[in-house]
């Protein structure tokens, strides 16, 4: 890089911070999937993005020829939604008695409540110390 190149970036850079003069300053945390509200299952409602928090109570593999899909029952003392991931034939990590932390849009399939491919964290197993 030459000089020229580099003297032309530096005051390409410093232009840009002084239009914008918070460049440097504190950065304010995005929340974080995990701290986004949770719902009571009972709550959640068709087309609402939702984050729910439970325990696994029971999977099923739907073996279908086209596309499998892994179906785990999330229960959380108020209700019991169905978390579905399609083309999964299983996910380590999550078997009954699990804790989920799980965030998606909620749809009515065959009138169960459930959420499609949801984005998902492992809090842990039923009886564990979360801290």
Known sequence: MTSDTGN???RFAERLRRDHPDVDGPIEPRPHAAEAEVVP???????ARVTVVGEVRT???RPRV???ALDVELWDGSGALHL????????????P???LR??????LQRRTVTIFNPAY???GRAGESLG
């Open 121 to 123: 964290e492992v809090i």
């Open 8 to 10: 032309r970036l530096r």
């Open 66 to 68: 086209d596309v499998p």
């Open 102 to 107: 799980a965030t998606g849009r909620v749809t």
């Open 97 to 99: 008695g699990i804790h």
């Open 59 to 61: 999977m099923a593999l």
């Open 84 to 95: 579905v991931w399609l083309g999964r034939r299983s996910i380590p990590g999550i078997s």
């Open 41 to 47: 299952i009972r709550e959640a409602r068709p087309r």
